[in-house]
T-cell receptor, first 112, second 114 residues
Framework: AQSVAQPEDQVNVAEGNPLTVKCTYS??????LFWYVQYPNRGLQFLLK??????LVKGSYGFEAEFNKSQTSFHLKKPSALVSDSALYFC??????????FGSGTRLQVQP | DSGVTQTPKHLITATGQRVTLRCSPR?????VYWYQQSLDQGLQFLIQ???????AKGNILERFSAQQFPDLHSELNLSSLELGDSALYFC?????????????FGSGTRLTVV
């Protein structure tokens, strides 16, 4: 089985400050890990992915994520948050012959 | 525009009815996935088709069925609708069967059952 946990329903951060959105996963086998963002009344947009290789992955809009195998984590980070980053963020994992399993989502609120 | 087209965008129907949601994948993608997004259950995987064949099945109710046609578009059929089926239904596509490249999502169909 595969599962993803996003322990925070909401993250609040001031504009210009660094942000972290947490994600941990549970799989048997090597995971493919993803982050997606959802804006109101829109579909999910791909941000970044980890398949193999460098543990620090850079993605769209200045976001990055660090794969930590020992902690089974894949936290999303950005050095300086923008108000326009406010959205719903989903972590997802897939391994083997399965479809993407999504976490419950974390709402990011960036205050001006 | 993601390249994945879902129709209709909105659908309002009565309990007990049947509806069909349509999805055209991004050009070149062979896999189509259906997800249900509701407030209390997040994003739930329903079913995947790859090149016309069912590839993986998730939490899809027996009242729901899907298929992928030779031109690779897919339809999700929901029957005997209940109030609890009200949700946002997303279609996604990927070029491969494993989703290693990630999925491209459509903008969804919002289904309201009254």
């Amino acid at each position: 089985a595969q599962s993803v946990a996003q322990p925070e329903d909401q993250v609040n951060v001031a504009e210009g400050n660094p942000l972290t959105v947490k994600c941990t996963y549970s799989v048997s086998g090597n995971p493919y890990l993803f982050w997606y963002v959802q804006y109101p009344n829109r579909g999910l947009q791909f941000l970044l992915k980890y398949i193999t290789g460098d543990n620090l992955v850079k993605g769209s809009y200045g976001f990055e994520a660090e794969f930590n195998k020992s902690q089974t984590s894949f936290h999303l980070k950005k050095p300086s948050a923008l108000v326009s980053d406010s959205a719903l963020y989903f972590c997802a994992v897939v391994t083997g012959r399965r479809a993407l399993t999504f976490g419950s989502g974390t709402r990011l609120q960036v205050q001006p | 525009d993601s390249g994945v087209t879902q129709t209709p965008k909105h659908l309002i129907t009565a309990t007990g009815q049947r509806v069909t949601l349509r999805c055209s994948p991004r050009s070149g993608d062979l896999s189509v996935y259906w997800y249900q997004q509701s407030l209390d259950q997040g994003l739930q995987f329903l079913i995947q088709y790859y090149n016309g064949e069912e590839r993986a099945k998730g939490n899809i109710l027996e009242r729901f069925s899907a298929q992928q046609f030779p031109d690779l578009h897919s339809e999700l059929n929901l029957s005997s609708l209940e109030l609890g089926d009200s949700a946002l239904y997303f279609c996604a596509s990927s070029p491969d069967s494993l989703g290693a490249y990630g999925y491209t999502f459509g903008s969804g169909t919002r289904l309201t059952v009254v």
